[in-house]
């Protein structure tokens, strides 16, 4: 099965600074690749499909690019509400397998 | 609105069974397949299962196949995942979830979960 490693797994950030998150795939996935973010207690919610495509409604502070299997989400000005983890999930083939997540808090 | 609304999770015995159950609505419940997602305590999200909208297909998990079955039945919009020779590891928060466009795709709505605690 093809694997999605995250990183980091953790970062602190200021409100205003520029995250930058990582998920690299084992195999070509092509832009078969998702973004999630989840607040403690509530479900995981999709903001980026497609590698760099933003579901509607989603604050276009957030980005995503992609460069073979290395896959990127940006944040580009860090809020209070963007706390808690953050989730990459591949798509091209079953399963579809998550990232292990990188947890962001406030510094 | 989308909503989705599981129900079912309880506390089973180690290979014990159980039904969870998942009602859908704000949206055209026969264009979309459906998946099963689980999370652990402490851990990240696991897909588990997913099915067509026709309900003619079927996909699972390895941790799944062979002990869970997912089903789908149109006409009430509901979506189950029957699980049977629970283990320990089975133990989490079961979410249901709508896929965006097609069988194979991310997960655009989630419900809110049922815990599945299985413990003697």
């Known amino acids: 099965d093809i694997q999605v490693t995250q990183s980091p797994s953790s970062l602190s950030a200021s409100v205003g600074d520029r995250v930058t998150i990582t998920c690299r795939a084992s195999?070509?996935?092509?832009?078969?690749l998702a973004w999630y973010h989840q607040k403690p207690g509530y479900a995981p919610k999709l903001l980026i499909f497609a590698a760099w495509h933003l579901l509607s409604g989603v604050p276009p502070r957030f980005s995503g690019s992609y460069s073979g299997t290395e896959f990127t989400l940006t944040i580009s000005s860090l809020q209070p509400e963007d706390v808690g983890t953050f989730y990459c999930q591949k798509y091209d083939s079953f399963p579809l397998s998550f990232g292990g997540g990188t947890r962001v808090d406030l510094k | 609105e989308v909503q989705l609304l599981e129900s079912g999770g309880a506390l089973v015995q180690p290979g014990g069974s159980l039904r969870l159950s998942c009602a859908a609505s704000?949206?055209?419940?026969?264009?979309?397949?459906m998946s099963w997602v689980r999370q652990a305590p402490g851990k990240g999200p696991e897909w588990i299962s997913v099915?067509?909208?026709?309900?003619?297909?079927?996909d699972y998990a390895e941790s799944a196949r062979g002990r869970f079955v997912i089903a789908r039945d149109n006409p009430t919009k509901m979506v189950f995942l029957q699980m049977d020779s629970l283990g320990v590891d089975d133990t989490a928060i079961y979410y249901c979830a709508k896929v965006k466009d097609d069988y194979r795709r991310p997960l655009d709505y989630w419900g809110q979960g049922t815990l599945v605690t299985v413990s003697s």
């Open positions: 099915i067509s909208a026709s309900g003619d297909k079927t």
């Open positions: 704000g949206f055209t419940f026969t264009n979309f397949a």
């Open positions: 195999q070509a996935i092509d832009n078969f």
